[in-house]
């Protein structure tokens, strides 16, 4: 008997057929297709949740923004707020506060900004920043009578000695910038909405 060798080309069409379909893609190639689909299908509802469990709750957004009256500050008197669970100062300045912090030559400053930078066009006399302190975190002194206001007439902050002036820029101390102004708009001539 002699060895008969089958050419690769006369192999059992059948066989052939199984392994790969009319267009030439192969049962393998469709099984990785659909491991791959199912893999990040998968992945999509596993992350889903961790990632919205990261969104801010009710009571945050409810806390984004706060509205402040303003009507009732007097020149020369501050408030206090509360703004994201931190404070918030809101003060009218007197015509004399403002020409002292108009006087003062920005480039003399640490933090380098004027009264204007600090407040919004046509409410010069209006000025709104967070009660922080920019060095520790502490709430500086000066929004409340009777309170120290340091040696510049704004806020004074007694964990470190910062003192501010009355435009809410550092002047002496170890703070490294100005308090925050945070964002805010009027939403009439007598309340701001801060956030």
Known sequence: ???????????DPALHGAETGDDGVRRRDFINIAAVSALGVGGVFVLLPLISQMAPSADVLAES????DVSLIEP??????????????????????????????TGSLRDAQSLADRTKEGHGDLLVTMG??????????GAAEGEN?????GYFCPCHGSHYDTAGRIRKGPAPTNLVVPDYEFTSDTVIRVG
């Open 65 to 68: 923004s706060t509205d402040v």
């Open 1 to 11: 008997m002699a060895n008969s060798t089958v050419p690769a080309d006369s192999a």
């Open 132 to 141: 922080v302190c920019t060095h520790l975190g502490c709430v500086p002194l």
């Open 149 to 153: 206001k340091g040696e510049y007439g």
């Open 76 to 105: 020369g008197q501050s408030i206090k707020e509360i703004f994201r669970k931190q404070p918030l100062f809101v003060r009218r300045l007197t015509p004399a506060e403002i020409a002292e912090a108009n006087a003062v030559p």
